[in-house]
């Protein structure tokens, strides 16, 4: 089965191809490379031993995107690519509702007209803001999220369930919580591509001595340390739970058009907490400043992620330290690159 993957070069994308082709799916990337690299493809094909297909354009060229789908039997899609800097999405709003939105759409017309289904859709928690009560679970209302990016996700998501109610065809919805981490292979990760916005990238570059400093956006939260608490997720776990929602969008007969699930480890950790767990794992130091909190940032977040488990039959099952092990392994990865 031939299975579109789009940002499939991209963090959480390129570990879902590996573990798509593991599972004997064929698959078709389309990336334009903005905010990855070309030896992301290579190495995905030394991890599998398989060559995946790859087209590297933008998804707003709409009539590339129709010679893909004419030349592939192209038989359900994963869609990841998009911009997702929450700081530029409030610079250039236009660009992330332009990019984020005309590649949906312009994905979902092709899907139409050639009466595709099973489509998977990269959200995030970001759709629920600061959640009234923990753990999120996802019947929790939706709040408007502060960032033009949030916007993006939660008016995608809107998109889609339009999309299946008038054409019947089943969808779902992925809200990731937090994802960290790298391949074990230290072959695939985050690419640090200008100075990171999020929290472990920027641990790891600390550490690395790239930063100085990292700064802790704030000690004064109701919480224990007073640091902000997140659910973070390995990626390969979550890469995991993409190839187990599409062989249920394919397998199993639902009655529902859409299924939403929270992908996340059900515990929430301090920023404190992620960055002594850092220095525990990989015996580095990572020089840390406590500063103002971060406009836009919320105190706490984590999932109950029992829908995942009961549904799809997936939980998370690496621990923090162990998913902060394979990130300094592929800060040394990357390091051996440059030389
Ligand atoms: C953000 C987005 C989320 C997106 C996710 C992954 C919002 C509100 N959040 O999550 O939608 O899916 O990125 O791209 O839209 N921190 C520091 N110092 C740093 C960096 C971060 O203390 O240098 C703290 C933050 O204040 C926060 C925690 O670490 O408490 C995690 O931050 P980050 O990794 O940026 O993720 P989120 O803001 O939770």
Redesign the pocket.
């Known amino acids: 089965m031939t299975i579109l993957v789009t940002g499939g070069l991209g963090y959480i994308g390129s570990h879902t191809v590996v573990e798509l082709l593991n599972n004997n799916f064929d698959v078709v990337i389309i990336d334009d490379l903005s905010n990855t690299e070309r030896f992301i493809l290579k190495n995905i094909e030394e991890i599998t031993g398989k060559k995946p297909i790859f087209y590297p354009f933008d998804l707003k060229r709409k009539e590339l995107l129709k010679q893909v789908f004419d030349a592939h039997k192209i038989e359900g899609c994963i869609h990841f690519a998009a911009y ?1 800097a ?1 700081g530029e999405s409030q610079e250039k709003p236009i660009d992330y509702y332009e990019n984020n939105l005309f590649s949906l759409i312009n994905l979902l017309q092709e899907m139409k007209e050639r009466n595709i289904s099973n489509f998977i859709f990269s959200s ?3 759709v629920y803001g600061q959640a009234d009560k923990m753990p999120i679970d996802e019947n929790t209302p939706l709040k408007l ?3 033009s ?2 916007k993006t996700k939660q008016m995608g998501e809107e998109i889609l369930k339009d999309f299946a109610t008038a054409h019947q065809k089943k969808i779902t919805l992925l809200r ?1 919580f ?1 994802p960290i981490g790298a391949h074990p292979s230290a072959k695939l990760g985050e690419l640090p591509i200008g100075i990171p ?4 990238p ?1 641990v790891m570059q600390t550490a690395a001595g790239v930063r100085e400093k ?5 000690d004064d939260y109701p919480t224990e340390d007073g640091t ?1 608490i ?1 659910d973070y997720i390995y990626v390969v776990d979550l890469a995991k739970a993409h190839v187990k929602a599409l062989q249920k969008l394919i397998n199993v007969s639902s009655d529902t058009l859409v299924d939403i699930y929270n992908l996340g480890t059900g515990k929430g950790s301090s ?1 404190l907490e992620v960055v002594h767990a850092f220095e525990k794992a990989n015996d580095v130091a990572v020089p840390y400043q406590i500063c103002e909190r ?1 406009a ?3 105190t706490i977040a984590y999932a109950n992620a029992d829908k995942a488990e009961k549904e799809l039959g997936w939980k998370s099952e690496t621990s923090l330290e162990e998913a902060l092990r394979t990130v300094w392994q592929w800060q040394k990865y990357l390091e051996t690159r440059e030389k």
Do not use: F, Q
């Open positions: 997702k929450v995030s928690c970001t999220p502060e960032s990016y949030g990731y937090n916005n999020n929290l472990v920027y990292l700064s802790v956006w704030g902000a997140r920023v971060r836009g940032d919320i």
